[in-house]
């Protein structure tokens, strides 16, 4: 790995969705005093033409502890290009953002946000080199929201590690005591079958 993200072990992320600079150095602060291990910054929650890059330097230095970039296609981001969502990724990891966020459908919207596009899937692992030319690490994302079971995960996630990525994360949904229960599974599963660590959401 290229970067000073994971620590090897499970990390205690503190995600901050703010609308200013100063509201988001506040809140990484109180996150560190607290024990936190990083702190997630959700760029497409502050207006753009904030995201200067002497803010993003003061916002990503004022702690001592890892920052985890995450710049989607929503809130102040809806209507930008997707050139225009790598750029501003690419401009967070050269202000100090440690691990920044792909998602897996980047260059080309997919529903369950993993295009199988060859000219966006292209563009994504030449956007992962460049973050990792700079020195930073690089995370694919996926937002299914819909159950999925061990092996569909595991296959998701062997596709975003095929693209380069440094961390693997996807997001689920739990409708049944059955589905969560098979969740757990999944998770030994993962752990046991992948080598990068990854992020496992279900709501």
Known sequence: ?????????????????????????DLAREAEREGADAVGAQLCRIPRELRTKENLAAMFSCTKIPVYV?????????GLAAEEIAADILAAADAGGALLD???DLF???QYQLTKNARAVEEQRRLIDR???KGKEALMSSHILEFR??????AVAREQERRGADVLKFVTASNSEEELAENLQATALLKKELKKPFVFLSC
């Open 1 to 25: 790995m290229n970067g000073g993200f994971y620590r090897g072990k499970a990390m205690a992320v503190t995600m901050i969705q703010v609308r200013t600079p100063q509201e988001y150095a």
């Open 70 to 78: 995450t710049n989607y296609a929503v809130d102040r981001n809806e």
């Open 102 to 104: 792909i998602p897996g």
């Open 108 to 110: 080309c919207t997919e």
């Open 131 to 133: 973050i990792h030319e």
């Open 149 to 154: 079971s061990a092996e569909q995960l595991l």
